[in-house]
């Protein structure tokens, strides 16, 4: 029975080291989601801030701008495939780390119950160790 309780104990802190790990790799995933849709964000802003000058402008300065604009618009189209990508992946992950925190609270709920029929054991054999035994009678 002792032996029982370690291997459980032994799988919960597997799980428990896996459940951490999972939850670092997802929070990770996300963070990459943030930090492109910040690029994203920042891309859409230069962008907007590119339009023409009230006045009278040179055909080199509007076709430079022109040349800027799709550049970035080429750039903004690649970054919403990677966004897109990367919120595939932080939802995967988020599964992942969802399944590892299931598989860690089974894992401790099957230790919890090891110790607790261990301790039982424990108790019923000290019982019986010092259960009343009358003596015979003495006539």
Known sequence: M???????ARVARVRRVQH???ASIAAEAQGK?????????????????LIAAVGPSSGAALS??????????SV????ADALGAARITAMER???????????EGAERLETNAVADLQQMIEQRMTAAFRHRPRGSRL
Not at 2 to 8: F, S, T, V, W
Not at 67 to 73: Q, V
Not at 76 to 79: A, D, F, I
């Open 20 to 22: 951490l790990k999972a």
């Open 2 to 8: 002792k032996a029982l309780a370690e291997q459980r």
């Open 33 to 49: 989601v943030v930090q492109l849709e910040n690029n994203a964000n920042r891309l859409a802003s230069l962008r907007g801030s």
């Open 76 to 79: 903004r189209s690649g970054l």
């Open 94 to 104: 988020a599964a992942d780390r969802l399944n590892a925190h299931i598989k860690r």
């Open 64 to 73: 430079g701008s022109a040349e800027l604009a799709a550049r970035l618009d």
